[in-house]
């Protein structure tokens, strides 16, 4: 499955996916996906991670049809300097992505990512490995779904995804990235809000526990309750998104929504979503037709080794903010 091109690629005989936020690993090899123990250097490994959409900054910029395709890379940096009022003195980390357009401009999705951020997160593992060879900013992990035919590319779709530290809220038109958006509603902001609502600190293992094995079914009254409640101000916010997203790219509608956390579907939250905002959903846990012998996995995980596939097999088709590449093959 991994694709064996010419320079470094030829080298490559496992993939190790990495979720830096809560240290989840991961090695694909032998055509499985197996939980990783430790992290040590071993130039066959491919090493592919994610940013959170939190930490990374993205807006979308317009360039003249004119400017020499030589030019371009140069151009976008100066725009995303100018429009972000990004520090003059500092290197950022500025990829882009085209958007098909037919008006006089070409426009990019651009993605900013700072280096000191970077360093905080990835600098630990780099000491482990050597090199990182791809990072993804978190919400172009998706792309792969379309890419693989795991889900039609036709409509519009929104992916909801709770992780400890962040909850972006996602949207994909036909197959292609429009927009995402952080909300305060990460899985820990919701525990400090539900601590808030009960008026004392709850047992973090309990809570945690019940969120993720019984979620807004639980038996437990209190905790219906006060999630019912934190959980209609999420679905406030991801309104407030949809009403903003369906005016600025002029949508109808929102086709469907896919709702995930990183560990297990949150039971009830596709049919509280459908109820709330009035658009089908359902849990964001798709058939990767990866062998694996666990009984959940991180979603995040089979993104980021399907988007390492088409890396691999070509390296403008995935959008990269690793500072961190192994050294060229001589």
């Known amino acids: 499955m991994l694709s064996k091109n010419k320079s470094s690629n030829s080298i490559i005989k496992n993939t190790i996916t990495l979720d830096v936020y809560n240290g989840q690993k991961y090695i694909f090899q032998k055509d499985m996906l197996e939980p990783l123990n430790k992290l040590i250097y071993n130039k066959t490994n491919f090493i592919v991670s994610f940013v959170n959409n939190k930490d990374v900054i993205s807006t979308t910029i317009s360039i003249s049809?004119?400017?020499?395709?030589?030019?371009?890379?140069?151009?976008?940096?100066?725009?995303?300097?100018?429009?972000?009022?990004?520090?003059?003195?500092?290197?950022y980390t500025i990829p882009s992505l085209e958007i098909e357009n037919n008006s006089d401009e070409r426009k990019f999705h651009i993605f900013v990512a700072k280096p000191n951020v970077l360093d905080e997160l990835f600098l630990p593992i780099k000491q482990k490995t050597k090199y990182i060879d791809l990072i993804i900013p978190a919400p172009l992990l998706y792309k792969a779904i379309y890419k693989k035919e795991i889900l039609q590319s036709n409509g519009v779709h929104c992916f909801i995804y709770f992780t400890k530290q962040d909850t972006f809220v996602t949207f994909y038109k036909n197959g292609e990235?429009?927009?995402?958006?952080?909300?305060?509603?990460?899985?820990?902001?919701?525990?400090?809000?539900?601590?808030?609502i009960v008026g004392e600190k709850v047992d973090e293992t309990e809570f945690y526990n019940i969120l993720e094995t019984e979620g807004l079914k639980t038996s437990k009254s209190d905790y219906q309750q006060n999630l019912m409640k934190i959980f209609s101000d999420v679905f406030i916010n991801i309104n407030d998104i949809i009403i903003y997203i369906k005016r600025a790219f002029e949508l109808e509608t929102i086709d469907y929504i896919f709702i995930g956390a990183e560990n297990g579907p949150i039971i009830g939250l596709d049919e509280y979503s459908q109820n709330f905002l009035g658009i089908q959903?359902?849990?964001?846990?798709?058939?990767?037709?990866?062998?694996?012998?666990?009984?959940?996995?991180?979603?995040?995980?089979?993104?980021?080794?399907?988007?390492?596939?088409?890396?691999?097999?070509?390296?403008?088709?995935?959008?990269?903010?690793?500072?961190?590449?192994?050294?060229?093959?001589?």
């Open 65 to 91: 049809r004119n400017i020499p395709k030589e030019d371009l890379a140069d151009i976008i940096d100066i725009k995303a300097y100018e429009e972000l009022g990004l520090d003059q003195a500092t290197k």
């Open 281 to 330: 959903s359902t849990d964001l846990n798709f058939n990767y037709n990866i062998n694996n012998d666990e009984w959940y996995i991180d979603q995040l995980q089979f993104l980021m080794l399907l988007n390492s596939f088409d890396y691999l097999k070509d390296k403008d088709s995935v959008i990269n903010l690793s500072i961190y590449h192994r050294p060229p093959v001589f």
């Open 177 to 196: 990235y429009i927009y995402s958006k952080s909300i305060d509603y990460s899985i820990e902001q919701i525990y400090d809000k539900f601590c808030e």
